[in-house]
């Protein structure tokens, strides 16, 4: 079997409601329509980085143990590219698709206007 060694890096914004949104504003938010009748309380950087933390880890034990699979669907229903329309250049062409998914090697899959369906390699 392949081994791969992986480094993961990911920067957080706990606490600065600007220039973009905070894990805190998202908690508050989210927290107030839940239970609106609960004291307000501020989420320490400690417990956030604890549960991603735990949260990695048992992504990571599925995708060794039983590969992408498993994970497939959680990943496809919180990624961006869902419907999003791409443009693909072939030499003298440009053709308009949309993207639908995944292919089973793990590139963006495609379809154009007549169902035809495409694999999205990088450059």
């Excluded at 890096?9 to 239970?35: D, K, S, W, Y």
């Excluded at 933390?53 to 699979?69: K, P």
């Excluded at 497939?72 to 250049?89: E, I, P």
Aim: with cysteine; aromatic share 8%.
């Amino acid at each position: 079997t392949k081994q791969y060694q992986v480094t993961v890096g990911v920067g957080l914004n706990v606490h600065n409601n600007e220039p973009t949104t905070c894990i805190a504003q998202m908690l508050h938010q989210t927290r107030a329509q839940q239970f609106p009748d609960a004291p307000p309380s501020e989420p320490s950087r400690a417990r956030i980085l604890a549960n991603i933390v735990n949260r990695f880890e048992e992504l990571q034990v599925t995708l060794q143990e039983s590969g992408f699979e498993p994970l497939k669907a959680l990943y496809l229903h919180h990624w961006l590219h869902t419907d999003q329309v791409v443009t693909l250049v072939e030499e003298d062409r440009k053709l308009q698709l949309v993207v639908k998914g995944l292919t089973p090697s793990g590139y963006l899959l495609a379809q154009d206007d007549w169902g035809t369906k495409y694999e999205l390699h990088p450059d």
